[in-house]
């Protein structure tokens, strides 16, 4: 079973830039993966997903200033975030299996630990 682990969460300044990683423990290439995140006292929402043949899709709240990417040989996903700002300080998940189900995007079932990432005004 797939195994993820985040990395790259941290403290930035308002309008900087962070760049998460999750690596996977085995394959995720046949599979649609997911950034989610929960800001403190809210639930956890999605935020990007990118498929099986590289097609990403973006939340409102991040488009413009998010990229979704995959490298599959490598067995990680990266979320590149740009021009943060506090509204984006939430613990940031990957998900394996993001699925359309029901007329929404519903997660897999494999999370990873979480990253936090903190943003100051």
């Known amino acids: 079973q797939v195994q993820l682990v985040e990395s790259g969460g941290g403290l930035v300044q308002s309008g900087g830039s962070l760049r998460l990683t999750c690596a996977a423990s085995?394959?995720?290439?046949?599979?649609?993966m997911g950034w989610y995140r929960q800001p403190p006292g809210k639930e956890r929402e999605r935020v990007a997903l990118?498929?099986?043949?590289?097609?990403?899709t973006y939340e409102d709240p991040v488009k413009g200033r998010f990229t979704i990417s995959r490298d599959n040989a490598k067995r990680t996903v990266a979320l590149e975030m740009n021009n943060l700002t506090p509204e984006d300080t939430a613990v940031y998940y990957c998900?394996?299996?993001?699925?359309?189900?029901?007329?929404?995007?519903?997660?897999?079932?494999?999370w990873g630990q979480g990253t936090q990432v903190t943003v100051s005004s």
């Open positions: 085995g394959r995720i290439d046949m599979i649609t």
């Open positions: 990118i498929t099986f043949d590289d097609t990403a």
């Open positions: 998900n394996a299996g993001v699925s359309w189900t029901g007329g929404t995007y519903g997660p897999g079932n494999v």
